[in-house]
């Protein structure tokens, strides 16, 4: 059986562990700093495990040695945004927690491949890769997969089409400036553009880009945590069952679509080695620009991290 951790046993992280315990992907160890969380939800969903009939050990624990052997470590460790905030206001706080976490990733679990959810992703993931000292390609944030998912619901509801047939494409980085892109979001394989007016694609992606804050908003002591879970269990499973998909990730580039030494969203092929590729659209100037602008403000912010 393969072996996932997941760091920060709260709404993402817990969500999580129990999808990978679930589908069957792999034994999971759940951790926390806060005494008794992860012991306890562990405990909870190895109890869930013989009415849903899934043979995965449910571990929790606040011993970092025991994520060893780890495939894959997952970390959701940090503060969510509260109503009002931006991502990147958690910059500073959470860079400390994804710091410690990912010494400890470096120490007990050398071998892993690293899926980063804390926010705000982008920074956070070129940190823990720094942290590390993994190579990239072992070093993947999630966003885009979830930034596509609430495209593609926007785009099912306006039509009143199955999800299924939907496959959307959003990149850039996780934030107010993410790049949804029309012209390689599909149903059944024809662009939405052939099937929605101008307008009413604006207006979807608008609320693509600040779909998390619309959660937020309502949820107000929380942020979102089924899909961004649902996402990160995507991405562990195409990992761990080497299904090269290609994904919308967090990835490090060096000189693809003229953006050099950031994290920032691009379709990635994603296998058992973690980044495999990055796939480079032929994207129009436009696109290129909102893309490049967007990765320009992660960079800031690797910058105020650096300071
Ligand atoms: N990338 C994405 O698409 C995406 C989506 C949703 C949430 N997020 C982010 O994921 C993070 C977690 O969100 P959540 O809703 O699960 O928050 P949460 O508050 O429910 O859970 C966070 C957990 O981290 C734990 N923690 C804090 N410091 C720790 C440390 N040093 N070591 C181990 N555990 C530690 C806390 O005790 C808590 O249980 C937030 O930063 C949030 O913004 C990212």
């Known amino acids: ?82 109503p009002g905030m931006s991502r990147l206001d ?96 599909t149903v059944s394989g024809i662009p939405i553009t052939e099937l929605l007016a101008a307008g009413t694609i604006d207006r979807l992606i608008e609320r693509t880009r600040k779909g998390g804050s619309e959660i937020v908003g309502l949820l107000k002591t929380a942020s979102a945590f089924y899909a961004p879970a649902a996402a990160a269990t995507q991405m562990v499973e195409t990992i761990l069952k080497d299904k090269r998909r290609i994904l919308p990730c967090s990835a490090y580039l060096k000189g693809e679509y003229g953006i050099d030494d950031v994290y920032i969203g691009v379709p990635v092929k994603l296998g058992i080695n973690g980044v495999e590729e990055i796939v480079e659209l032929k994207l129009t100037q436009s696109e290129l620009t909102l893309l490049q602008n967007s990765a320009k403000v992660y960079k800031e912010g690797i910058a105020s991290l650096q300071q």
């Open 1 to 82: 059986m393969k072996k996932v951790s997941v760091i920060g046993a709260g709404n993402v992280g817990a969500t999580t562990a129990l999808l990978v315990a679930e589908r069957e992907l792999a034994d999971v160890v759940l951790v926390d700093i806060v005494e008794g969380m992860s012991q306890g939800k562990g405990l909870d969903m190895a109890e869930a495990a013989p009415i849903d009939r899934f043979d995965a050990e449910v571990k929790g624990t606040s011993d970092y040695s025991e994520i060893g052997g780890s495939d894959i470590v997952v970390v959701t460790a940090g503060l969510p945004r509260k």
């Open 90 to 185: 958690l910059l500073q706080q959470n860079a400390a927690i994804v710091g410690e976490v990912s010494g400890n990733i470096a120490r007990y679990a050398p071998a892993s491949i690293v899926v980063m959810v804390t926010n705000p992703v982008d920074v956070m993931t070129y940190h823990a890769w720094k942290i590390t000292g993994f190579p990239h390609n072992r070093v993947i944030g999630q966003a885009g997969v979830l930034d596509s998912a609430r495209f593609a619901t926007f785009v099912s509801f306006e039509l009143g089409i199955s999800v299924e047939d939907i496959s959307a494409m959003v990149l850039g980085g996780h934030g107010d400036e993410m790049v949804p892109l029309p012209r390689y979001t």
